[in-house]
């Protein structure tokens, strides 16, 4: 033993502290890529993606320290761990960003096919997104984290999941609590995602319960004819048959068969089809069903199946609790009914039965809690809450700051939308009702709340110039100081930029160069159709449709014949057929196509800098990022500048935004779990650049798989008539829609901005930011949330803020963390049975 | 004066967001010339049965203006904006003025709130000079007596039980000064001390997983260079 005052160093170990190593690459990357792939299906299925951040913190205990620790003790430690998870949230967080915008394409009718150069453009902006999003946030690391000190809620639970094994017993027992609670509370929300065929008993129960239709019912009634009977009407067997059919041809097109020839027969059949459904309701499932077991292929009993129309019965959900309405008679609309039946019964009032189903509405559903309706507050009104422990542990996780947020939100919900409509200053076709639960949000809220954001994103970024600029000069100085070597310099970020713009401007480039409208605008035929649309496309002529140059646009056009009449038309009726099949040029569209490209690019990375420093700072301050809207602003902006015709360069770049944003946002909350685990940022910011360019060709190939099943099984490659719905991307093409007919209130989103720009003038330049968030999102989430921030400063004063902080944030973080593995979970469930053709 | 500033800015911010909602509504009481030729955004007037009077996307003629008056209805929804029409925008510019008035009363409160916070001798919560003293003081005395403890399992664990009370006391008290530090300092030098902190909290953060993770070595350094990164955060801290 030495002297008291001599410090002993003990020796230097063989290996360093394990950081980056092998294992943690490898781990996040399968991990990564597994994950990806799950929500990419998922998100394309039923519209929500999750975080990695959390689940790979808490995979990766179990592969690293768990699995890897019988070979090697040194393994899992807890910084190689957050290498872990730094890799796979970044191989999994752009599937948001691709799911919300690729998929628009294929809903506007137009192909992604890897033989075209189309499908290849999009990857590759898609990669140039994310390494330009990673790029860019990378030096505000200091600023936003150093420096505001902004929370990252979920980076926060995800350190406090890494510092577990040395944070004592306590803590992790409080941190497993709030992971079990979280699992607990949340699994009733999503085991009605899943369900088994109704039983023909039980369906007057599920009508009653309004688990199911009255239509479903019926329709499972018929089926069950049916099978008993062992025999489906006619027209049903025929039309299956012609379905069986047309998969016939398309497999022999697949294997290189005459693809003219027999796209004219699948045409002829569909047109068969249709007349013989005129008027039924069967689905194209049960058809083909019928039709193989009247062939006796399959045994009747097979028809029972809910993807032939057979009742749901939905596994155990609040719902089920029936916590209802009380019972409200509406005698004028009684008598009415009961005049011409008198033994009708009573007709509930529209303020307990709004979709008057007969029966009182669910104040308790598989999701929400109405307490509003509970209180009897007016209608245009809403005070609901999600039944979402991740939105009460990042409430609580932010605390103070978050009452901002859910000011925002009581502004929108409970004084702006009621008094709108108490007013008579909204259309009078809208009912309360209406007005709360959506339509409040879409023509009000969501402007609105995104130009206050704007606005006090833009004052945020001018009142922190001095600590960005701070920031920056560090970081230019690093080589030189103490302690700078941990972040990574300023000349890797500028040369991985720069050649990120370079790709963005040659996707730009040979984009623009597409043809992009739909309709003929001197035939006004239908060149490419909408999914679901009902007017199908012409057929192309050999080679394509012959182009045409005009007002920055390549146009196609019919046939040799439209080529004629359009050479012969003056510009004005140019402009006029222009103007009719919705694609007005812009103000670039005169300029050279090069040129316009090369602004598009520069606009566009101008405004992924700054979109990026958007979310990123939500992301900091609330965990909520409005990806969504800044997204489709994005699509807005280029349409605006390029022309409302410019759709496929305005999804280009949007997807570009959207995969730059969603790394933006994913990098500064690893940032932020690194520096709370003490990791060096500059192995994150390296481990991430290197990696991030995956995700999305992961997810664009996933994208590929699912379409060109879906185009074997029913000639859909997305959307409607297919099982993979595409949600998020169905609301950016109502959006494209919407600017082309001129439906934007662009004035509103103006108007907003002013507000924010203002509301920054005082001491906290980000309120507008949290302000505007909250107007933008369901309230139902900021309300669960403020009870989270509620609690944090009750508890704080109540139990004092240390403990507040010591007990509090563990427990916080295993409700983040117990919402997404449960959320995982279950996606991963209806991944495997949706392959296996299970429910 | 902060509570007269946030009502005033909630006022404000309440009229300004009204006002912005009805940009686009239109009052039928508007001149005809003025509103012919608008097209409809949403449907205008409800039937019995709920229906709009006139659909949404319709031009609109003289007609349909003198249909709506006769069903009574009082406003329209158009896809333009035009200045002229928008009956609220003295409301909305009246919100702009409470809006500034608000931020400025708030910038003068907090200005004072600085000011009175950095020279309070009696504050109750630690100086931010204070706390970087103190850690650092806890640091140099916890690295002073790791070579006495029996093993390096003890080590461990005083490093961790030490380093919990340093993030808990010390580093806790001086990120809750930032007030004080921002009034005394400015946002530019604000900036210049927290990235001197950062640094220093960070190998605070490392050595704690270093000795969480068993990694003796690890630790130890981080200490030593903690040590010397709090050493760099005192001078910038003196006036």
Same mark, same amino acid.
């Given at each position: 033993?030495?002297?008291?005052?001599?410090? !002993?160093?003990?020796?230097?170990?063989?290996?360093?502290?394990?950081?980056?190593?092998?294992?943690?690459?490898?781990?996040?990357?399968?991990?990564?890529?597994?994950?990806? =792939?799950?929500?990419?299906?998922?998100?394309?299925?039923?519209?929500? #993606?999750?975080?990695?951040?959390?689940?790979?913190?808490?995979?990766?205990?179990?592969?690293?320290?768990?699995?890897?620790?019988?070979?090697?003790?040194?393994?899992?430690?807890?910084?190689?761990?957050?290498?872990?998870?730094?890799? =796979?949230?970044?191989?999994?967080?752009?599937?948001?960003?691709?799911?919300?915008?690729?998929?628009?394409?294929?809903?506007?009718?137009?192909?992604?096919?890897?033989?075209?150069?189309?499908?290849?453009?999009?990857?590759?902006?898609?990669?140039?997104?994310?390494?330009?999003?990673?790029?860019?946030?990378?030096?505000?690391?200091?600023?936003?984290?150093? !420096?505001?000190?902004?929370?990252?809620?979920?980076?926060?639970?995800?350190?406090?999941?890494?510092?577990?094994?040395?944070?004592?017993?306590?803590?992790?027992?409080?941190?497993?609590?709030?992971?079990?609670?979280?699992?607990?509370?949340?699994?009733?929300?999503?085991?009605?995602?899943?369900? %088994?065929?109704?039983?023909?008993?039980?369906?007057?129960?599920?009508?009653?319960?309004?688990?199911?239709?009255?239509?479903?019912?019926?329709?499972?009634?018929?089926?069950?004819?049916?099978?008993?009977?062992?025999?489906?009407?006619?027209?049903?067997?025929?039309?299956?048959?012609?379905?069986?059919?047309?998969?016939?041809?398309?497999?022999?097109?697949?294997?290189?068969?005459?693809?003219?020839?027999?796209?004219?027969?699948? &045409?002829?059949?569909?047109?068969?089809?249709?007349?013989?459904?005129?008027?039924?309701?069967?689905?194209?499932?049960? #058809?083909?069903?019928?039709?193989?077991? #009247?062939?006796?292929?399959?045994?009747?009993?097979?028809?029972?199946?809910?993807?032939?129309?057979?009742?749901?019965?939905?596994?155990?959900?609040?719902?089920?609790?029936?916590?209802?309405?009380?019972?409200?008679?509406?005698?004028?609309?009684?008598?009415?009914?009961?005049?011409?039946?008198?033994?009708?019964?009573?007709?509930?009032?529209?303020?307990?039965?709004?979709?008057?189903?007969?029966?009182?509405?669910?104040?308790?559903?598989?999701?929400?809690?109405?307490?509003?309706?509970?209180?009897?507050?007016?209608?245009?009104?809403?005070?609901?809450?999600?039944? &979402?422990?991740?939105?009460?542990?990042?409430?609580?996780? #932010?605390?103070?700051?978050?009452?901002?947020?859910?000011?925002?939100?009581?502004?929108?919900?409970?004084?702006?939308?009621?008094?709108?409509?108490?007013?008579?200053?909204?259309?009078?076709?809208?009912?309360?009702?209406?007005?709360?639960?959506?339509?409040?949000?879409?023509?009000?809220?969501?402007?609105?709340?995104?130009?206050?954001?704007?606005?006090?994103?833009?004052?945020?970024?001018?009142?922190?110039?001095?600590?960005?600029?701070?920031?920056?000069?560090?970081?230019?100085?690093?080589? /030189?100081?103490?302690?700078?070597?941990?972040?990574?310099?300023?000349?890797?970020?500028?040369?991985?930029?720069?050649?990120?713009?370079?790709?963005?401007?040659?996707?730009?480039?040979?984009?623009?160069?597409?043809?992009?409208?739909?309709?003929?605008?001197?035939?006004?035929?239908?060149?490419?159709?909408?999914?679901?649309?009902?007017?199908?496309?012409?057929?192309?002529?050999?080679?394509?449709?012959?182009?045409?140059?005009?007002?920055?646009?390549?146009?196609?056009?019919?046939?040799?014949?439209?080529?004629?009449?359009?050479?012969?038309?003056?510009?004005?009726?140019? %402009?006029?057929?222009?103007?009719?099949?919705?694609?007005?040029?812009?103000?670039?569209?005169?300029?050279?196509?090069?040129?316009?490209?090369?602004?598009?690019?520069?606009?566009?990375?101008?405004?992924?800098?700054?979109?990026?420093?958007?979310?990123?700072?939500?992301?900091?301050?609330?965990?909520?990022?409005?990806?969504?809207?800044?997204?489709?602003?994005?699509?807005?902006?280029?349409? +605006?500048?390029?022309?409302?015709?410019?759709?496929?360069?305005?999804?280009? +770049?949007?997807?570009?935004?959207?995969?730059?944003?969603?790394?933006?946002?994913?990098?500064?909350? %690893?940032?932020?779990?690194?520096?709370?685990?003490?990791?060096?940022?500059?192995?994150?910011?390296?481990?991430?650049?290197? /990696?991030?360019?995956?995700?999305?060709? !992961?997810?664009?190939?996933?994208?590929?798989?699912?379409?060109?099943?879906?185009?074997?099984?029913?000639?859909?490659?997305?959307?409607?008539?297919?099982?993979?719905?595409?949600?998020?991307?169905?609301?950016?093409?109502?959006?494209?829609?919407?600017?082309?007919?001129?439906?934007?209130?662009?004035?509103?989103?103006?108007?907003? /901005?002013?507000?924010?720009?203002?509301?920054?003038?005082?001491?906290? =330049?980000?309120?507008?930011?949290?302000?505007?968030?909250?107007?933008?999102?369901?309230?139902?989430?900021?309300?669960?949330?403020?009870?989270?921030?509620?609690?944090?400063?009750?508890?704080?004063?109540?139990?004092?803020?240390?403990?507040?902080?010591?007990?509090?944030?563990?427990?916080?973080?295993?409700?983040?963390?117990?919402?997404?593995?449960?959320?995982?979970?279950?996606?991963?469930?209806?991944?495997?049975?949706?392959?296996?053709?299970?429910? | 004066?902060?509570?007269?500033?946030?009502?005033?800015?909630?006022?404000?911010?309440?009229?300004?967001?009204?006002?912005?909602? *009805?940009?686009?509504?239109?009052?039928?009481?508007?001149?005809?010339?003025?509103?012919?030729?608008?097209?409809?955004?949403?449907?205008?007037?409800?039937?019995?049965?709920?229906?709009?009077?006139?659909?949404?996307? *319709?031009?609109?003629?003289?007609?349909?203006?003198?249909?709506?008056?006769?069903?009574?209805?009082?406003?329209?929804?158009?896809?333009?904006?035009?200045?002229?029409?928008?009956?609220?925008?003295?409301?909305?510019?009246?919100?702009?003025?409470?809006?500034?008035?608000?931020?400025?009363?708030?910038?003068?409160?907090?200005?004072?709130?600085?000011?009175?916070?950095?020279?309070?001798?009696?504050?109750?919560?630690?100086?931010?000079?204070?706390?970087?003293?103190?850690?650092?003081?806890?640091?140099?005395?916890?690295?002073?007596?790791?070579?006495?403890?029996?093993?390096?399992?003890?080590?461990?664990?005083?490093?961790?039980?030490?380093?919990?009370?340093?993030?808990?006391?010390?580093?806790?008290?001086?990120?809750?000064?930032?007030?004080?530090?921002?009034?005394?300092?400015?946002?530019?030098?604000?900036?210049?001390?927290?990235?001197?902190?950062?640094?220093?909290?960070?190998?605070?953060?490392?050595?704690?997983?270093?000795?969480?993770?068993?990694?003796?070595?690890?630790?130890?350094?981080?200490?030593?260079?903690?040590?010397?990164?709090?050493?760099?955060?005192?001078?910038?801290?003196?006036?």
């Amino acid at each position: 033993m030495s002297e008291k005052n001599e410090p !002993i160093q003990p020796d230097a170990p063989k290996k360093k502290y394990r950081e980056v190593t092998v294992a943690a690459v490898v781990f996040g990357v399968v991990v990564g890529a597994i994950m990806n =792939a799950s929500i990419t299906y998922s998100g394309l299925k039923i519209g929500f #993606t999750i975080v990695g951040s959390s689940i790979a913190a808490v995979l990766g205990f179990g592969v690293l320290r768990g699995v890897m620790r019988s070979i090697n003790p040194k393994a899992g430690s807890i910084l190689e761990t957050n290498i872990g998870q730094t890799i =796979a949230s970044s191989v999994n967080t752009t599937n948001s960003g691709v799911i919300f915008t690729v998929p628009v394409l294929l809903l506007l009718g137009y192909s992604l096919s890897p033989t075209e150069s189309r499908f290849w453009l999009v990857t590759f902006a898609c990669m140039a997104g994310a390494v330009l999003g990673t790029c860019f946030i990378i030096p505000l690391r200091k600023q936003m984290i150093d !420096i505001d000190r902004l929370r990252f809620p979920s980076g926060t639970a995800v350190g406090s999941i890494l510092k577990s094994p040395g944070a004592g017993i306590k803590k992790t027992i409080v941190l497993l609590a709030g992971i079990g609670v979280a699992m607990l509370i949340y699994l009733p929300t999503q085991l009605p995602l899943f369900h %088994d065929e109704a039983n023909i008993n039980d369906l007057k129960l599920l009508v009653e319960n309004e688990k199911i239709s009255e239509q479903d019912a019926e329709l499972t009634l018929t089926i069950k004819g049916w099978i008993d009977g062992q025999s489906a009407p006619a027209s049903v067997v025929r039309a299956g048959e012609l379905r069986l059919a047309i998969k016939t041809l398309r497999a022999q097109i697949a294997e290189g068969g005459d693809k003219e020839t027999r796209e004219r027969e699948i &045409a002829s059949l569909e047109t068969q089809i249709d007349v013989l459904e005129e008027g039924s309701d069967y689905n194209a499932a049960l #058809t083909i069903a019928a039709a193989r077991a #009247t062939a006796g292929n399959i045994e009747w009993s097979k028809l029972r199946s809910s993807k032939n129309g057979w009742a749901k019965d939905p596994f155990w959900g609040y719902s089920d609790l029936r916590i209802r309405m009380g019972a409200e008679v509406d005698e004028e609309k009684t008598a009415r009914a009961q005049e011409t039946d008198p033994d009708a019964k009573g007709v509930l009032t529209e303020r307990v039965d709004r979709k008057q189903t007969g029966h009182p509405d669910l104040l308790v559903t598989d999701s929400t809690v109405d307490v509003g309706r509970f209180l009897r507050i007016p209608d245009s009104a809403q005070l609901m809450f999600a039944i &979402a422990p991740f939105a009460l542990g990042a409430g609580y996780l #932010t605390g103070r700051a978050g009452l901002m947020v859910l000011a925002g939100g009581v502004l929108a919900y409970l004084f702006l939308n009621p008094i709108l409509f108490e007013g008579g200053l909204l259309p009078e076709t809208l009912k309360g009702f209406d007005v709360a639960e959506g339509w409040g949000r879409s023509n009000l809220g969501k402007p609105l709340g995104i130009g206050l954001l704007l606005g006090g994103a833009m004052m945020g970024v001018v009142v922190a110039f001095p600590s960005i600029r701070a920031a920056l000069a560090s970081i230019a100085a690093a080589p /030189t100081s103490k302690g700078g070597s941990d972040e990574l310099g300023l000349k890797p970020l500028i040369i991985a930029a720069a050649g990120a713009f370079v790709l963005l401007f040659v996707a730009a480039d040979v984009s623009t160069n597409e043809a992009s409208n739909r309709v003929c605008p001197v035939t006004d035929q239908v060149l490419v159709a909408e999914v679901g649309a009902p007017v199908e496309a012409i057929e192309a002529p050999d080679g394509g449709f012959p182009k045409v140059h005009y007002r920055g646009y390549n146009l196609a056009l019919a046939d040799a014949a439209a080529v004629r009449a359009w050479d012969g038309l003056d510009n004005e009726a140019r %402009d006029s057929a222009l103007k009719k099949i919705k694609s007005s040029p812009g103000p670039l569209s005169g300029w050279n196509r090069h040129l316009r490209a090369l602004v598009i690019a520069a606009i566009g990375t101008l405004w992924i800098w700054f979109a990026g420093i958007i979310i990123a700072q939500c992301t900091g301050m609330t965990d909520w990022s409005p990806i969504s809207g800044i997204a489709l602003l994005t699509v807005v902006l280029v349409m +605006v500048l390029a022309g409302v015709g410019s759709v496929i360069p305005a999804v280009l +770049v949007g997807a570009t935004l959207c995969c730059a944003i969603t790394m933006s946002a994913d990098m500064m909350s %690893d940032l932020r779990t690194g520096y709370i685990v003490g990791a060096k940022p500059r192995n994150q910011q390296i481990v991430e650049l290197c /990696t991030t360019w995956i995700g999305p060709v !992961i997810c664009m190939m996933v994208v590929l798989l699912i379409t060109q099943a879906n185009l074997a099984k029913t000639g859909i490659p997305l959307g409607e008539g297919t099982e993979t719905g595409a949600p998020q991307a169905e609301a950016l093409k109502s959006v494209i829609i919407g600017v082309q007919g001129g439906d934007m209130p662009y004035m509103m989103y103006g108007l907003g /901005t002013l507000l924010g720009l203002l509301l920054g003038l005082g001491s906290f =330049a980000g309120l507008g930011v949290l302000v505007g968030l909250s107007m933008y999102l369901p309230f139902f989430y900021i309300t669960t949330y403020g009870i989270g921030c509620i609690a944090n400063i009750t508890i704080a004063k109540w139990k004092g803020r240390t403990w507040a902080e010591e007990w509090g944030v563990p427990f916080a973080a295993g409700l983040i963390v117990g919402e997404a593995i449960l959320s995982l979970i279950v996606n991963a469930l209806i991944v495997i049975m949706s392959s296996g053709g299970g429910s | 004066m902060k509570l007269i500033a946030s009502i005033i800015l909630t006022i404000a911010l309440s009229l300004g967001t009204l006002a912005a909602a *009805t940009a686009y509504t239109v009052s039928l009481g508007t001149p005809d010339e003025q509103l012919v030729g608008k097209t409809l955004k949403f449907g205008a007037g409800a039937t019995a049965d709920d229906e709009p009077i006139i659909d949404p996307g *319709t031009v609109l003629t003289e007609g349909d203006l003198v249909t709506l008056r006769e069903a009574g209805v009082k406003h329209v929804h158009v896809k333009e904006f035009r200045f002229g029409l928008w009956r609220h925008s003295w409301v909305f510019g009246l919100s702009m003025v409470g809006l500034v008035g608000g931020a400025m009363m708030l910038r003068v409160d907090a200005k004072r709130r600085l000011l009175a916070a950095d020279n309070d001798p009696h504050g109750t919560s630690l100086s931010p000079n204070a706390a970087i003293a103190q850690a650092r003081a806890a640091i140099d005395e916890l690295r002073a007596d790791l070579p006495a403890m029996p093993t390096d399992q003890d080590r461990l664990e005083a490093i961790l039980a030490k380093l919990d009370d340093v993030q808990r006391v010390q580093i806790a008290a001086f990120i809750g000064a930032r007030e004080k530090l921002v009034g005394r300092f400015g946002l530019a030098g604000y900036a210049r001390v927290m990235d001197r902190f950062a640094a220093s909290e960070r190998q605070v953060n490392r050595a704690w997983s270093a000795a969480a993770d068993h990694e003796l070595y690890e630790s130890m350094v981080c200490l030593d260079r903690a040590s010397e990164l709090f050493a760099d955060v005192e001078p910038l801290l003196k006036h």
